[in-house]
């Protein structure tokens, strides 16, 4: 009995395994600078929470008081 010394060999042209490889490093960077613009950003929605906390109640108790002394 004979056995054969054959290798599998895939069909891939080498022309799109090296657009696939530029591609997933376009998609890795864009992906990285996606994920550095996250820090920040949700450091200027935590500061836009916290001012809107603050001025949006202060505003309304100075409403409060206005309309106090007007009804007097």
Do not use: C, D, H, Y
């Not at 960077?29 to 994920?35: D, G, K, Y």
């Amino acid at each position: 009995m004979k056995t054969s010394n054959t290798e599998v060999v895939t069909a891939t042209p080498s022309g799109s395994s090296t657009l696939a490889r530029r591609l997933g490093a376009v998609l890795a960077q864009r992906a990285e600078e996606i994920l550095a613009e996250n820090a920040p950003t949700l450091r200027r929605l935590r500061t836009l929470l916290l001012v809107a906390a603050i001025s949006v109640p202060v505003f309304l108790g100075g409403m409060l008081v206005v309309l106090w002394r007007l009804a007097r």
